[in-house]
């Protein structure tokens, strides 16, 4: 089975300042997708960014960047210029094709951005 | 597109009783899940459907636990003999089939099992 983790369970940044939220994952298989959601505070799942194994660049979605390490097994997320509405829950997730397409959550890393 | 939608938003139930859970998912998405959230935790997978096939169950669903999705439209998963331990969020995700691995989760159905 697989396994993602997060070692931060907790972090801030102060608004417009930049943070790098932490995730590795053990697999063996080669083909595979690792995605960041975001939980707002009572509200719904929502994808913030999405990297397909095979590919070596790393994705990048307007604020969001990854830095996808395959080798080291290793999904990091960027935030740059940090906004008040990115204060979330932040969760990692990996997903095998041929699994049926269901995601693997990590346990979250709950951010705060603060004034 | 309305996006996924859940129903009810929230439950609170007696132990022994049983819940129902309704999911609508996005039109014309053919793939249906379903997750657990328990609290400080990421979501678990529970099962999944493509079109009205179910075609994988976790080892997390119990045999109290049953979900259909008769038409392939709206999937309802049943909790029978509710225990205190099944307290948590059941999320609904849905995805297209030109696009499998993108999942569009709805805002969850929170049970609290007395």
């Known amino acids: 089975a697989q396994t993602v983790t997060q070692s931060q369970p907790e972090m801030s940044v102060q608004e417009a300042e930049t943070v790098t939220l932490s995730c590795t994952y053990d697999t063996s298989e080669n083909n595979y997708y690792l995605f960041w959601y975001k939980q707002p505070p009572s509200r719904q799942m929502i994808l913030v960014i999405r990297?397909?194994?095979?590919?070596?660049q790393n994705a990048t979605e307007n604020r969001f960047s990854v830095n996808f390490q395959k080798a080291a097994k290793s999904f990091s997320l960027k935030i740059s210029d940090s906004q008040l509405g990115d204060t979330a829950m932040y969760f990692c997730a990996f997903m095998k094709p041929n699994s049926g397409y269901a995601l693997n959550f990590g346990k979250g890393t709950s951010l705060l951005v603060t004034p | 597109d309305t996006g996924v939608s859940q129903d009810p938003r929230h439950k609170i139930t007696k132990r022994g009783q049983n819940v129902t859970f309704r999911c609508d998912p996005i039109s014309e998405h053919n793939r249906l899940y379903w997750y657990r959230q328990t609290l400080g935790q990421g979501p678990e997978f529970l099962t999944y459907?493509?079109?009205?096939?179910?075609?994988?169950k976790s080892r997390l669903l119990s045999d109290r636990f049953s979900a259909e999705r008769p038409k392939g439209s709206f999937s309802t998963l049943e909790i029978q003999r509710t225990e205190q331990g099944d307290s948590a969020m059941y999320l609904c995700?849905?995805?297209?089939?030109?696009?499998?691995?993108?999942?569009?989760f709805g805002p969850g159905t929170r049970l609290l099992v007395l």
């Open positions: 459907f493509q079109n009205e096939a179910q075609l994988e």
């Open positions: 990297q397909e194994a095979y590919k070596q």
């Open positions: 995700a849905s995805s297209p089939p030109t696009a499998q691995e993108t999942q569009y």
